[in-house]
């Protein structure tokens, strides 16, 4: 069995004119939130071996605000993330080596909330959970799921959805 932990960077600093939106920083608010996040992953004990983080500021600004692990994660940044469609955050989750056991994969809306009601659809989840999942995936939220096969074969009807938590709840 695996961990599955997605979650949605914190509150990033607005469009402007001249500015991609790759490098969009964090807003203060959302320095803030990253770190009360870090606080609420390890109350609750979720450390996860490796992460994979999209390759844009906001997600690898929330990333360290994360920080302190209490044992430090193998950390791979990519570009593949970077507003990454269901199916192409299924590829790179299908290519995890078995011996990554919990996995946290921080990217962006919409593919991140996509792929989390994606998987959650056939995951038995309590109903209220799972109606909280499909009504949206703010920033600095986080669902976490166990996943009862090999990575290459993680399909919805193969994982559970174990906890949807939102910077409010």
């Known amino acids: 069995m695996h961990q599955l932990i997605l979650m949605r960077h914190a509150k990033a600093e607005g469009a402007r004119a001249g500015l991609a939106d790759h490098e969009r920083a964090l807003a203060p608010e959302g ?3 990253a770190a009360a996040l870090g606080e609420r992953l ?3 004990g979720l450390a996860p071996d490796v992460v994979l983080v999209s390759s844009a500021r906001r997600t690898r600004e929330t ?3 994360l920080a302190p692990w209490e044992e430090q994660p193998n950390i791979e940044v990519l570009d593949a993330l970077y507003m990454a469609s269901v199916p192409q955050a299924l590829a790179i989750i299908r290519d995890l080596r078995e011996t990554m056991r919990s ?3 921080l990217g962006h809306n919409p593919g991140i909330h996509e792929l989390a009601v994606h998987l959650a659809e056939a995951s038995h989840a309590p109903g209220g959970m799972l109606a ?3 009504g949206g995936f703010p920033t600095a939220s986080f669902a976490e799921y ?3 096969t090999p990575w290459r074969e993680l399909k919805p009807s193969r994982t559970r959805l174990q906890r949807f938590l939102t910077p409010e709840g």
Request: proline share 0%; aromatic share 0%; hydrophobic share 60%.
């Open 31 to 33: 320095r803030d939130s």
């Open 42 to 44: 390890r109350v609750l």
């Open 63 to 65: 990333l360290r605000a």
């Open 103 to 105: 996995v946290l994969i």
């Open 132 to 134: 909280g999942l499909r």
């Open 146 to 148: 166990l996943v009862l």
